[in-house]
């Protein structure tokens, strides 16, 4: 029963200093910083690229993550996944 109750303790330890105002909001803010960086990144490696093609007007976001389009396609696919595990907080929060 003791290592029920620690483990118990630890996830409402954990849950209240994720759902800090000021930790949801560092979080937020480190999230979208990486999401944008992600996205002028993987831009500028599309357009340089070499199977070239890639034009931000005529282009979807989402086409930035594949070979088609861009040589290193893992800045948005790792962009992504960063952010989104960076805004469980908010989700938390908002529960």
């Known amino acids: 029963m003791q290592l029920r109750e620690k483990i118990f303790n630890l996830g409402h330890k954990v849950y209240a200093s994720l759902t800090k105002p000021k930790n949801v909001k560092y979080f937020t803010i480190l999230?979208?910083?990486?999401?944008i960086g992600a996205i002028c990144i993987g831009i500028v490696v599309a357009i340089i690229g070499p199977p070239g093609g890639y034009n931000p007007i005529n282009n979807y976001i989402s086409d930035m993550g594949s070979f088609n389009y861009t040589p290193l396609p893992y800045f948005l696919d790792y962009g992504n996944m960063v952010s989104s595990i960076l805004l469980i907080p908010c989700v938390f929060y908002l529960v």
């Open 31 to 35: 999230a979208m910083g990486i999401f």
